[in-house]
T-cell receptor, first 116, second 113 residues
Framework: NAGVTQTPKFQVLKTGQSMTLQCAQDMNHEYMSWYRQDPGMGLRLIHYSVGAGITDQGEVPNGYNVSRSTTEDFPLRLLSAAPSQTSVYFC???????????????FGAGTRLSVL | KNQVEQSPQSLIILEGKNCTLQCNYTVSPFSNLRWYKQDTGRGPVSLTIMTFSENTKSNGRYTATLDADTKQSSLHITASQLSDSASYICVVSGRGGADGLTFGKGTHLIIQP
């Protein structure tokens, strides 16, 4: 059972470079989200998606783009990396909560990004 | 503004001892409250999830309680083990969607042999 898979695990970028963080889930979950985790702060939502073709902004979306062309994949793009984007990034997926189904989130192992 | 406050920030206990972590929240509307365990270098893993009508939920040696009137929750760990060393994150869901979650900063727990 793969669950939520994130790649790469580690990445070092120079200011101004672009890159894509990959996230894939094999649980057929409708919801997928990207978070960043910084020291001394709770997880903060960057972007999320409630289904293929649908994305929306979270709390801290600036500098990041997402797309959801399939149910399984939800890549996060950094268009022009900045030192402020140095963080640990987590992707999560969950089912859509309906009635008794609680949308428990399953997280990937994270991508540790440093921007110099 | 929705907030989740956890205490203590960090805690060190000896192996075999019990401990209780606290979570206070000001989230409205309230849907459910979750506790996650995050090992160093890993993603959070769900321990328990409680709705408004549930005031206690157990998962092995972990027992979570919820008082929706006072907006407080606690996570009690019984007979701690070295593998319990981790950060424990309280998360409150105000709506059903992915954007309705408010995360606490976590309690960093260290179990010493």
């Amino acid at each position: 059972n793969a669950g939520v898979t994130q790649t790469p695990k580690f990445q070092v970028l120079k200011t101004g470079q672009s890159m894509t963080l990959q996230c894939a889930q094999d649980m057929n979950h409708e919801y997928m989200s990207w978070y960043r985790q910084d020291p001394g702060m709770g997880l903060r939502l960057i972007h999320y998606s409630v289904g293929a073709g649908i994305t929306d902004q979270g709390e801290v979306p600036n500098g990041y783009n997402v797309s959801r062309s399939t149910t399984e994949d939800f890549p996060l793009r950094l268009l022009s990396a900045a030192p402020s984007q140095t963080s640990v990034y987590f992707c999560a997926s969950s089912r859509r909560a309906t009635g008794r189904i609680k949308n428990i989130q399953y997280f990937g192992a994270g991508t540790r990004l440093s921007v110099l | 503004k929705n907030q989740v406050e956890q205490s203590p920030q960090s805690l060190i206990i000896l192996e075999g001892k019990n401990c209780t972590l606290q979570c206070n929240y000001t989230v409205s509307p309230f849907s459910n409250l979750r506790w996650y365990k995050q090992d160093t270098g890993r993603g959070p893993v769900s321990l328990t999830i409680m709705t408004f009508s549930e005031n206690t939920k157990s998962n092995g040696r972990y027992t979570a309680t919820l008082d929706a009137d006072t907006k407080q929750s606690s996570l009690h760990i019984t007979a701690s083990q070295l593998s319990d060393s981790a950060s424990y994150i309280c998360v409150v869901s105000g709506r059903g969607g992915a954007d309705g979650l408010t995360f606490g900063k976590g309690t960093h727990l260290i179990i010493q042999p």
